[in-house]
Every structure is written in structure tokens, then in C-alpha cells.
């Protein structure tokens, strides 16, 4: 109804909702990593893989799978034991979405670039919903660990890789695919997993009984976990499935789901294991070495995904300001706006381009020993980085949406809660930084293909030539690293940045990056870059409007 010309039914200079948009194709800095690292087999896929993820369906899927949060149901009417977990039916649309589309599987399945193509697929996936990525990821980084033991690698692989999802509570010899989780931490110790008083008693043929508590066990409707406990040898690790062989459910009993910050569409849960069924992954005594393959692996994804919702963010900003005018211009056109966008965008990139080279390392490592030395090292410098900087731009891209991105139909408030979780799952940042030092003493070899990738570097770029300066002079006092642990990782990983914009982006986006992050002048506000003709082609590498 109007009202003297007034449209009380219409709102106007609002932007139309982004959806149906294809999220591989409008992403130019995601392309151009493809192209140069050799990828662009995956570009078909990636393409009809992103427009599934920009569609309205899936972008619908995500709310609703975060609104309606997972239910525990520990027992039945009648008292019995269920230890299962309700899920809204969007969540099983997200998760046979992926699986069908390879996102767990293709790293292990591809004859060439699995890793960077998984990494790909995955950072795709990722802006749909972070809640459902834990589960694919575990599922993901469990092969190596299962491998250790080929009779287990030969009875779960075929169902771990399979594309088909299958939701039933059932056992796992009956399904048609499988997903895992992992239960390491306690109370009493959370990163410290020497602190663990879970223990595991030998039953004969490598099967243990398992008692204890878990503080928190990642995605518990899993159809196996990867449990650490002590045996008189120390942590071990053991397979444990919601099911024994003889289809029996496993004395794994569920206390409670965390209410959690964010990642609400995912369930995280405290377990009691009541002499559990298990069966042991390689040696008594060697369960940290056994399990931090798939540690390494779901660092790997954090790096990719915190990257991943950065971008999402980005678009959803890009396309409000495109859209919405404000003092006589469109936001996009204010040189301000303009600014602060386009720093944003270029950190977005920086982390894009940081962990798919992560990806290509591990691609790498398959045939090069320095490579796996690198990302030995590198992944961590990766994961620190990249989850740390995530929470910074979520935080700047609600407010240049300002109160449209403030409030709960916004997609920006799930990001914003979600993004901290990469950054404290699989050890937070002071766990990465103190890692990178381990390596070093530790894994000498590490350390030298690390230095060896920035030493091939030297003279790329006059203020990258000084960032590896500066790290070589806090590298020369080894008595003061624990202490000064976050300088030398942050200066590692912008120097790896650096390296990368330089050899993927244009030169002047490279060059804009190394004097905004790496010069001695740099400043610590968003917004304060100096070239402005630069601007524009920064903006559009991250999401091309149209």
C-alpha cells in the first residue's frame, strides 16, 4: 500500500540475494592457481562442482543444517542404549552432496594432483557449510593412518572411498560408505595427549579393550574413530568402530554434544569408552607418530577451508557493494570502500594461493623427498597463518555489509562464528608455532627445504628480500625461538605468500602485496593500500561480479 508515493510493501537500494552463481568460475585467483600449478584437468569438474555450491539449493542447505542443530538421543524410550545423533535432512543433502563429488575421496583415487585437486574440491565445498567439512575431512586424512595396517587398509578402504553416502546407524560391513572421526583429547590434558589416562587392554590378535573418557570426539555419528589410549608401552592408536565385527554396538557411550561457538551443524561430543572394541594401528607405544599422519592431513584442511570461508565472505561483500549506493555512489565505486575491499581481497588470495601450494606439496612429496620434508614444516606455517588471518577479515567483511551483515539472515554471522574452530582444532596456534621449532630441532631436513624454497626466492622482490633477512637473524639466536615462536612463523608464512603472488598473480597485484604486508612501512588497519589503479583488478580476482 502506498502512502503519498511511499511503498511501505518495498524495500529499495537493497541488494538481490547472491545466489545461483557459479562459485569456481567467478573466482579468478582460484583459477589462475590452477592453471600455474598444473591442475586444469580438475576445471570441468571444479566448474560443474561450483556451480552446485553457488545454487540456491545448497546455499539453503547450509542455513538450515546450522539452524536445526544436531540432537544426541543416548537411549530409547524404553531405557536402552542409542548413542546416535540427529541430524536436519539438510545436513545428509551437504554431506551426499560432497561425497558423491569426490571431495573426500579424489586425493587418493586421482592418478595425478589428487591433493590439489581434493584441496580444490574441498575449498569449494567449504562455502556451503563448515560444520559438515569435519567429517570429510577426517574421512579424508584417515587413509594414511589406516594404510599402516594393510588387513585394515583392505577391509575399510573400499568403503571409505566410496562416492556413495549412507547415513544409517548400522554396521560398517553393511553400508555402502563409511565416514570417520577421531576421539583424542581428555579433560585433563586437551593438546597435551601424553596427559592421557585412557587405556587399553590386549585381548589377543591385535583386538584391545578400551576404557576411558574423551573431551572431545570430532563428528561422533562416524561409523569409526581413531581413539589414542595408553598401553604399558604408552599412547597407542586403535581403530574403534560403532559396530564390532560381530555386529554388535560397541560399548562407546555418548554424555553430551558441545554447545559450541559456531560450527553448529556439526556435532562434537564428550564419549566414555566402557571397554570398548579396538583394534590396533601399528605399534604399541608409536600411536602419536600413527595418528599425526592424519593430523598433518586435517591441518592441510584447515588451511584450505580458512581460506575457503574468507572468499565466501568476500563474495557476499563484493556483490552487496556492487549493488547498494550510498552518498551518491555505488559502495564499490567509493574510494575508500574501494580500498578496504581490495585489502581484503588481496589477504583472501594470499591465503588462497598459500594453501593450495600447501596442496601441491603434498602432491609433490609423493615423488620428492625434499617436498615431503617441506610440507612437513610448511603445513603448519600454513594452518597458523591462514586460520589466524580468517577471523580478521570475517570480522571487517561484517562490517562493510554493516548492519545488513550483523544480522542472523545474513550469512556473515555463521562465518564469523564458525572461522575461530580452524584456528583450535588439531592444535591452536601456539601448538603450530611451537611444532615449527620442534621441526626444526627434531627434523633438521624439514628446516633446510624450507630455507631452501626461500634462498631460490632471493632477489624476486626488494622487500621479500628483506622479510628473509629479518628471519634469518631471529633464525641465528636458537635461545630466544620458544619465546619469539609467532614472529618466526608469521614471517615465514608472508614470506611464502609473497613467493607465491609473485609467481601466480599479476605483478602488480604481487607488487601491491609485498609493499602492503612485507615493507617496513606497512600499516596494521585494513583499507590502507597505496595504488589505487591497482584496485579494481585486485577486487575482481576474487569474485567477478556480474
Known amino acids: 500500500m502506498s502512502y503519498h508515493g511511499f511503498d511501505f510493501q518495498k524495500a529499495f537500494n537493497q541488494p538481490p540475494v547472491l545466489e545461483n552463481y557459479n562459485a569456481f568460475t567467478t573466482h579468478g585467483a582460484l583459477q589462475e592457481v590452477t592453471d600455474a600449478f598444473g591442475t586444469n584437468w580438475i576445471s570441468e569438474q571444479a566448474t560443474a562442482f561450483g556451480k552446485i555450491t553457488g545454487s540456491r539449493d545448497m546455499i539453503n542447505a547450509g542455513m538450515l543444517a546450522n539452524k536445526q542443530s544436531p540432537v544426541l538421543k543416548t537411549h530409547d524410550r524404553f531405557g ?16 551426499d552432496m560432497a561425497i558423491r563429488h569426490q571431495v573426500h575421496s579424489i586425493a587418493w583415487t586421482s592418478s595425478q594432483h589428487g591433493y590439489l585437486a581434493h584441496s580444490i574440491l574441498s575449498f569449494l565445498k567449504q562455502q556451503t557449510d563448515e560444520g559438515s567439512s569435519c567429517p570429510l575431512t577426517m574421512t579424508f586424512a584417515v587413509v594414511p593412518s589406516l594404510k599402516i595396517e594393510p588387513a585394515i587398509a583392505e577391509e575399510w ?49 591385535g583386538i584391545y579393550k578400551i576404557t576411558g573418557r574423551k573431551w572431545f570426539c570430532s563428528a561422533p555419528m562416524s561409523d569409526a574413530f581413531l581413539v589414542l589410549a595408553q598401553t604399558h608401552k604408552g599412547l597407542t592408536c586403535f581403530l574403534v568402530p560403532r559396530f564390532t565385527p560381530d555386529g554388535v554396538q560397541n560399548k562407546i557411550w555418548f554424555q553430551r554434544l558441545k554447545d559450541k561457538l559456531g560450527n553448529r551443524s556439526n556435532a562434537s561430543g564428550e564419549v566414555e569408552f566402557h571397554e570398548a572394541w579396538g583394534r590396533i594401528i601399528g605399534e ?9 599422519e592424519m593430523v598433518r592431513h586435517t591441518r592441510l584442511d584447515c588451511a584450505v577451508g580458512s581460506a575457503a570461508t574468507m572468499q565466501r565472505a568476500l563474495a557476499e561483500v563484493i556483490h552487496h557493494c556492487h549493488h547498494r549506493h550510498a552518498f551518491g555512489k555505488r559502495l564499490i565505486e567509493q574510494p575508500l570502500m574501494k580500498n578496504v575491499l581490495a585489502d581484503l581481497c588481496l589477504e583472501s588470495q594470499a591465503a588462497t594461493l598459500l594453501s593450495m601450494r600447501l596442496a601441491k606439496g603434498f602432491d609433490d612429496a609423493l615423488h620428492d623427498e625434499e617436498a615431503l620434508h617441506f610440507t612437513r614444516i610448511a603445513t603448519a ?22 548492519g545488513n ?16 574452530v580452524n584456528a ?38 626488494p622487500a621479500l628480500d628483506g622479510q628473509l633477512q629479518a628471519l634469518e ?14 614472529i618466526v612463523v608469521e614471517k615465514m608464512a608472508l614470506a611464502m605468500q609473497a613467493i607465491e603472488m609473485i609467481q601466480v598473480a599479476p605483478p602488480a597485484v604481487a607488487r601491491l602485496f609485498c609493499e602492503a604486508r612485507l615493507s617496513e612501512k606497512r600499516n596494521l588497519t585494513w583499507g590502507a593500500l597505496a595504488h589505487e589503479l591497482v584496485l579494481k583488478e585486485v577486487i575482481d580476482r576474487t569474485h567477478l561480479w556480474s
Request: charged residues 25%; hydrophobic residues 40%; neutral net charge.
Open 80 to 95: 536402552n542404549r542409542l548413542d546416535v545423533v540427529e541430524y536436519h535432512p539438510a545436513y545428509h543433502q551437504l554431506m
Open 157 to 205: 578402504l573400499p568403503r571409505v572411498l566410496s562416492r556413495e553416502y549412507d547415513e544409517r546407524h548400522i554396521p560398517y560391513f553393511e553400508k555402502k560408505g563409511v565416514t570417520f572421526g577421531m576421539a583424542m583429547t581428555e579433560p585433563q590434558g586437551g593438546s597435551d595427549v601424553r596427559a592421557n589416562i585412557t587405556f587399553a587392554i590386549p585381548v589377543g590378535n
Open 284 to 292: 604399541e607405544g608409536r600411536g602419536i607418530a600413527n595418528i599425526m
Open 381 to 402: 606455517v600454513g594452518k597458523f597463518w591462514n586460520t589466524k588471518r580468517a577471523v580478521l577479515v570475517l570480522g571487517e567483511a561484517i562490517e562493510c555489509m554493516g
Open 405 to 420: 551483515g550483523y544480522v542472523e539472515e545474513s550469512i556473515l554471522p555463521r562465518l564469523y562464528r564458525d572461522i575461530p
Open 424 to 461: 583450535i582444532w588439531e592444535g591452536s596456534g601456539n601448538i603450530q608455532a611451537l611444532d615449527v621449532l620442534r621441526a626444526m630441532h627434531k627434523e633438521p631436513a624439514s628446516m633446510e627445504a624450507l630455507m631452501n624454497y626461500f634462498r631460490k626466492a632471493k632477489g624476486l622482490d
Open 473 to 486: 637473524a631471529l633464525l641465528a639466536h636458537p635461545a630466544d625461538l620458544e619465546l619469539k615462536a609467532r
